[in-house]
């Protein structure tokens, strides 16, 4: 590459929190995010990718507390085996660090310093929920009682998960500390502020100055609605007993666990910068800089990576950030992740059972560049690993290596004999980059395996074992064979940010060095191979179904005096813990051609927002490709309207137009569920166009 063109890339994930072992759903943002980091690296990139553990706060403190054991004791074992779970699932990180370490403390109190000294800081008196039991200040969810909105019981302190409405813990109904589980008071506390409305003019232009590459279509809409609604002061001190960075102007106050933990980018890579001759620290944050810096992180922290953290660096005289890319949540099998299900399934219990390869590619055909959820249906993830990548992907390179092996010494022909379908995968390529780069992983892996069924059809059409028998065509068992292969090989220079393992087994089966992207440009002819080794394993159902099984929470046996409730199931009657679905009764038979009558088309929202003085619409603005059309669809309760823009929805399009209280519905989006938080929005696979009719 052209050291012109060479670029330097920072990127971060987020921190995850050092109280608890890593699981499934962590994993989704370190997988999307590695995988990115080793495209780049493969294109010839400086790329660095940080990371740490977020070691400050309450809890960290309250369960070293209750082990009997100091915080940093605790930090330092969660530490260990973050990485090591981390390492068995192939993240690449450069450095690994913690916040809790000296370089953190050091650019936290200079950009704290800094910010004040420009006047952004002001103190004021707050009321806080008070353990007098245990002497401490609570957090908000180290709160719990009955929700002030929809007076559901047993609520955390600032947001209802019945009824989505927020507060403050001093709003709730017979409230409790979760801590000493004692009735908290409400006292007043000095804390010191930022005052984020100073930056707005700035962050604006920050969003604007990046062309719409700064934050995904979703994210931009919500901090639309951020400035909309005005940027609040934002709160910086915690009082003590706390564990984290003391406030060196503020005896008694600590710095709340959000300021430092992203300057735990910063202090990581400084980290780095330490112990790597020739690597400089400011060379990436300065103001002048012109390396890149990516932040992946998921939507729910949006606020804190587009609003505080860019004002914060800004007004410490640091560089901000290139782009701030967010992802969905997990969900298994359709739902949340459960332990009573088995589906809150921790990284280490995984690896027990299977390939972490085969999660690491699950992921990527599910994941584009928006901030949808993903869901890991188990069933389809054995069904879809052992077609692509057992089925397509490796049985090319197993049904023409048996033959190079056996018949020509492992040794690969002089010539292609279609060099025209070689460089069909090679001109691929350059797609295949770009929707890396886009982060399109779900697109870059359905092209390759695309690719994968052509390579497939050139072996079935030739069919070297039945050439091989015949005396006439045996001399081109291995030019056909030698091209297969070649084929192959490209294919995994596509899936090696993907699949690095089993790229690494490949590189060692053509014994021809690493795979960087440009080796897909040159064949190899003429040289001599590694005898076939069997590459990767079909996923066994039953090792899945053992997964969930050891992932279940043990079941707690029922108090001896217990007495079943009346008119409620009694659960060792129905043999679960979970009462049976109650499903709806069938709607009357209809005929196919009342069926057809219904017009159903893929639309894309383009635009979703609350309706005002409404309980459960959303109104939706959609495209149907040939048309714009507003939608009010009750599903306010289950989504928020940031996270619906760009996704592809199931639209009733010759439904009358219907007058609402509220405004006029001009179709009807499908939906499942009984309502509520319960509802689902129907998806759209990848490929299907706005207006696309559905039969």
């Known amino acids: 590459m052209n050291p012109a063109q060479q670029r330097r890339i920072l990127v971060t994930s987020a ?107 002001r103190t004021g008196k707050v009321a806080q929920a008070y353990d007098a039991v245990k002497g ?20 955390y302190g600032d947001a209802c998960e019945n009824c989505s409405g927020t507060y403050a813990p001093t709003d709730l109904i017979d409230p409790l500390s979760v801590v000493s589980g004692t009735p908290p008071e409400i006292r007043e506390s000095t804390n010191i502020f930022v005052k984020l409305g100073d930056f707005e003019p700035m962050l604006r232009a920050w ?65 780095l910068c330490d112990r790597t001759a020739g690597l400089e620290f400011d060379d990436f944050w300065a103001v002048s800089s ?6 992946f992180i998921g939507k729910d922290i949006a606020y804190f990576h587009t609003l505080f953290w860019p004002a ?21 099998d359709g739902t949340k992740m459960s332990k009573s299900r088995g589906t809150f399934i921790m990284a280490a219990t995984y690896k027990e059972y299977l390939e972490p390869e085969y999660l690491r590619y699950y992921f990527a055909y599910k994941l584009g560049n928006g901030i949808d959820d993903l869901d890991l249906n188990l ?44 460089q069909a995968f090679v001109d691929a390529g350059e797609e295949i980059a770009a929707l890396y780069e886009g982060r399109e992983f779900a697109k870059v892996c359905r092209r390759v395996m695309q690719l994968a069924d052509r390579a497939n059809q050139y072996i079935d059409e030739h069919k070297p074992w039945v050439m091989a028998k015949d005396a006439e065509q045996a001399a081109q068992v291995q030019p056909v064979c030698t091209l297969g292969l070649n084929l192959f090989r490209v294919l995994m220079v596509y899936l090696k940010p993907v699949l690095p393992a089993l790229a690494e087994r490949v590189e060692q089966f053509f014994a021809s060095g690493a795979l960087i992207w440009n080796s897909a440009h040159t064949p190899l002819l003429g040289c001599r191979i590694n005898r076939f080794e069997r590459l990767l394993n079909r996923i066994d159902k039953k090792a899945v179904a053992a997964m969930v099984q050891a992932s279940k929470e043990p079941e707690q046996p029922a ?28 709607q009357p038979t209809i005929g196919y051609d009342t069926f057809a009558k219904v017009d159903l088309r893929v639309a894309q929202v383009m635009a979703a927002h609350r309706v005002e003085g409404a309980d459960k619409l959303l ?76 039969r």
């Open 15 to 121: 921190l995850p929190y050092a109280n608890g072992p890593i699981h499934l759903g962590h994993l989704v943002e370190y997988i999307q995010t590695d995988i990115w980091v080793r495209f780049q690296r493969m294109r010839g990139h400086e790329v660095y990718y940080v990371c740490a553990d977020d070691a400050h706060g309450t809890p960290i403190m309250l369960r070293a507390d209750a082990e009997g054991i100091s915080p940093q004791a605790l930090i330092e074992r969660v530490g260990v085996e973050h990485q090591r779970d981390f390492a068995s699932f192939g993240v690449s990180f450069d450095n690994y660090y913690t916040t809790h370490c000296e370089e953190n403390r050091v650019l936290s109190e200079y950009i704290y310093s800094q910010v004040r000294d420009k006047g952004h800081t």
């Open 136 to 155: 401490m200040f609570l957090p908000d969810r180290y709160v719990k009682g009955t929700c002030p909105i929809c007076k559901t019981p047993d609520q």
């Open 207 to 271: 969003v604007r100055d990046g062309g719409g590459a700064r934050v995904q279509p979703a994210i931009a809409n919500k901090l639309d609605e951020w400035f909309k609604a005005g940027l609040q002061d934002w709160d910086i001190s915690r009082d003590e007993p706390y564990f984290g960075f003391a406030i060196p102007d503020a005896p008694g106050k600590y710095f709340y666990v959000w300021v430092d933990a992203p300057i735990g980018y910063m202090a990581s890579f400084r980290n």
């Open 290 to 295: 012109t390396a890149e810096v990516y932040h």
């Open 312 to 332: 914060l660096l800004h007004g410490a005289g640091f560089r901000m950030p290139t782009a701030v890319n967010c992802h969905g949540f997990l969900t298994v």
């Open 379 to 422: 069933d389809d993830f054995a069904a879809r690993v052992n077609s692509d990548l057992v089925g397509k992907l490796v049985n090319i390179a197993a049904r023409c290596d048996r033959f190079i092996s056996r018949a020509f010494d492992g040794r690969l022909a002089d010539s292609l004999p279609q060099p025209e379908l070689y």
């Open 559 to 586: 108090p001896a005096a217990a007495e079943p409730v009346a008119d409620e199931p009694v659960a060792a009657e129905l043999g679960t813990a979970e009462p049976a679905p109650q499903w709806e009764p069938l």
């Open 619 to 694: 109104s939706l603005k959609l495209d149907l490709g040939f048309e714009e059309r507003t939608v009010l669809a009750g599903i306010k309760s289950a989504y928020d309207p940031a996270t619906l823009s760009g996704r592809k929805v199931v639209v009733v399009a010759n439904l009358a137009a219907r007058k609402m209280r509220f405004g006029t519905s001009e179709g009807m989006v499908l939906a499942a569920g009984p309502g509520e938080a319960d509802i689902w929005l129907l998806d759209i696979d990848d490929g299907a166009v706005p207006g696309l009719r559905i």
